[in-house]
Nanobody, 116 residues
Framework: QVHLVESGGGLVQAGGSVRLSCVAS????????MAWYRQAPGKERELVAQ???????NYIDSVLGRFTISGDNAKSMVYLQMNSLKPEDTAVYYC??????????WGHGTQVTVSS
């Protein structure tokens, strides 16, 4: 069974930057989308950024211009560069990969804490 493993989280001051990485433990065939979600305390998990196998990206409004998603479909690796971080970006960030067969893979999450 393939697992996703995130890394790169931690504690950062407001205005700082963090780069999250996600790698699959094995091969995921026919990747359709790779994405990052986040879940803050007391809130529902939300989609932050997504990239398709053709390289098209989309972001939630609150991170536009600050976050950049990139990925390597063949290696099932996805990254999230987060700049100009704000305290409201504090959350557990989860990696997500979906293939054309609608198999969905999740990581266990990495904590990002932004101090004011």
């Amino acid at each position: 069974q393939v697992h996703l493993v995130e890394s790169g989280g931690g504690l950062v001051q407001a205005g700082g930057s963090v780069r999250l990485s996600c790698v699959a433990s094995g091969t995921i065939l026919a990747v359709r989308t790779m994405a990052w979600y986040r879940q803050a305390p007391g809130k529902e998990r939300e989609l932050v950024a997504q990239i398709t196998r053709r390289g098209m990206t989309n972001y939630i409004d609150s991170v536009l211009g600050r976050f950049t998603i990139s990925g390597d479909n063949a290696k099932s690796m996805v990254y999230l560069q987060m700049n100009s971080l704000k305290p409201e970006d504090t959350a557990v960030y989860y990696c997500n990969v979906r293939n054309i067969f609608d198999s969905i893979y999740w990581g266990h999450g990495t904590q990002v804490t932004v101090s004011s």
